[in-house]
């Protein structure tokens, strides 16, 4: 039975673990030269569950950021080289963002980057715990929202 200091103490290690993540992921996306932020790997990441290229007013509404933030999230991964503004072919006034060959090869790079974050977070754990913690995390991913 859980009590509501137990369930205090598990959301603040929720939180340092994420932060934690964050942290790691930083550190390596510096260390591998990526050229991107943390949010610009967000929005890299996003951008490739689309089966055609998004409008900006879309990534904003899935990344849950206005969407001036993707403005400026689109305009430095644009100067990087991976991403760029194409029009769209049934109404030529709206814009849409599509990953460049660079920006795909960037994305394999930060997916490297969050298998050695996650390698290393996960270093302490054996087999089991990391069956049993894996378990446990599609449990409260699926739960409701």
């Known amino acids: 039975m859980t009590t509501p200091d137990s369930d205090s103490l598990l959301a603040e290690q929720l939180l340092r673990l994420t932060r934690r993540v964050h942290r790691i992921q930083k550190r390596q ?13 967000r929005l890299l990441r996003t951008l490739a569950h689309w089966e055609t290229p998004p409008r900006m007013a879309d990534l ?33 006034r709206v814009i849409r963002i ?4 660079d920006g795909v090869k960037t994305l394999q790079e930060l997916r490297d980057v969050r298998r050695a974050a996650a ?26 929202c």
């Open 29 to 41: 996306l510096h260390e591998r030269g990526l050229g991107v932020t943390p949010a610009q790997s």
């Open 60 to 92: 904003a509404e899935r990344l849950e950021v206005v969407p001036r933030a993707v403005t400026s999230l689109v305009d430095g991964l644009e100067a990087g080289g991976k991403v760029r503004r194409v029009p769209d072919p049934a109404n030529r």
């Open 98 to 101: 599509e990953l460049t060959e």
């Open 119 to 144: 390698k290393e977070i996960l270093a302490p754990l054996s087999g089991e715990q990391r069956e049993v913690l894996g378990q446990l995390l599609d449990t409260l991913a699926d739960g409701p």
